[in-house]
């Protein structure tokens, strides 16, 4: 592990902003990359994901897995996993829930509301605070986790 990078801001003023983050993200995006996303209710992190989907090559509906828990997507010859643990109660139930596999090996997992999962999640590589500004844009704090996360912030800030 790598000691955390200082916190990069960035101001997002409207909904292309966001999403022109997620296809910026998708620049550094490789096997076995976790992102976390942490925000309020409707603070941008599925618009996001969203862009950075698109940016991969996926034309499919985006949506947010608040209560699948997880939509999978299956394209080219990339597996990436969008997670929303907003109605986990305890941490338990990201163990009951086997979702936990799908961490290990060359999967690409993005986690919404990851503190609800608690400790047993693993550390992402990369995680995102969105949080919602007084005009209507947003802020986005970036924090890379490890190498990998340092080299995937590079990747989207170039």
């Given at each position: 592990?790598?000691?955390?990078?200082?916190?990069?801001?960035?101001?997002?003023?409207?909904?292309?902003?966001?999403?022109?983050?997620?296809?910026?993200?998708?620049?550094?995006?490789?096997?076995?990359?976790?992102?976390?996303?942490?925000?309020?209710?409707?603070?941008?992190?599925?618009?996001?994901?969203?862009?950075?989907?698109?940016?991969?090559?996926?034309?499919?509906?985006?949506?947010?897995?608040?209560?699948?828990?997880?939509?999978?997507?299956?394209?080219?010859?990339?597996?990436?996993?969008?997670?929303?643990?907003?109605?986990?109660?305890?941490?338990?139930?990201?163990?009951?829930?086997?979702?936990?596999?799908?961490?290990?090996?060359?999967?690409?997992?993005?986690?919404?509301?990851?503190?609800?999962?608690?400790?047993?999640?693993?550390?992402?590589?990369?995680e995102i605070d969105l949080s919602?500004?007084?005009?209507?844009?947003?802020?986005?704090?970036?924090?890379?986790?490890?190498?990998?996360?340092?080299?995937?912030?590079?990747?989207?800030?170039?």
């Amino acid at each position: 592990m790598t000691q955390d990078r200082a916190p990069r801001t960035l101001r997002l003023p409207d909904e292309s902003d966001t999403l022109d983050l997620g296809r910026r993200l998708a620049r550094g995006v490789s096997p076995s990359s976790r992102l976390y996303l942490h925000g309020d209710l409707g603070a941008g992190k599925t618009t996001l994901v969203r862009g950075l989907l698109r940016a991969l090559g996926f034309e499919g509906r985006v949506k947010s897995p608040t209560f699948s828990l997880v939509e999978p997507y299956e394209f080219s010859s990339l597996s990436l996993y969008h997670f929303d643990f907003y109605r986990f109660d305890e941490p338990a139930e990201l163990r009951d829930s086997g979702l936990l596999e799908h961490f290990d090996g060359p999967s690409i997992c993005i986690v919404e509301w990851p503190e609800k999962a608690g400790p047993q999640l693993p550390p992402p590589d990369l995680e995102i605070d969105l949080s919602p500004l007084d005009d209507g844009g947003r802020s986005a704090v970036l924090v890379a986790r490890s190498k990998r996360g340092e080299h995937w912030l590079d990747q989207t800030l170039t």
